[in-house]
């Protein structure tokens, strides 16, 4: 039974991905996952099927280990920089070019 670690999941619409071991990523669908919803990071075991457009799934999941609420796995994007700190990085950029002249 091939064991990985979910990459990301959206409980809000029923999705994610599964890391394998081996490095490859694939799908699951909510309705296989038993018991609670999976968050970023949970080890999972799984069985690999294949779905009807030819993709890899992850079928039969189940938690074996479950990550910290605090994990940072999964998330690929921090906040946006806001108006403020962009203008203060152009103030800077600017300063240090006129120094080195």
């Known amino acids: 039974m091939p064991t990985g670690r979910v990459k990301l999941?959206?409980?809000?619409?029923?999705?994610?991905?599964?890391t394998v071991d081996d490095g490859s990523e694939v799908y699951v669908a909510g309705d296989q996952v038993a018991g609670d919803p999976l968050r970023s990071g949970d080890e999972v075991e799984f069985e690999i099927a294949e779905t009807d457009k030819g993709r890899k799934a992850a079928t039969e999941l189940?938690?074996?280990?479950?990550?910290?609420?605090?994990?940072?796995?999964?998330?690929?994007?921090?906040?946006?920089?806001?108006?403020?700190?962009?203008?203060?990085?152009?103030?800077?950029?600017?300063?240090?070019r006129r120094r080195r002249r």
């Open 9 to 18: 999941f959206h409980a809000d619409r029923n999705f994610g991905f599964v």
């Open 62 to 96: 189940k938690v074996t280990k479950q990550a910290p609420a605090d994990s940072p796995v999964g998330r690929t994007m921090t906040a946006p920089p806001s108006w403020d700190e962009l203008e203060q990085r152009e103030r800077e950029r600017r300063m240090a």
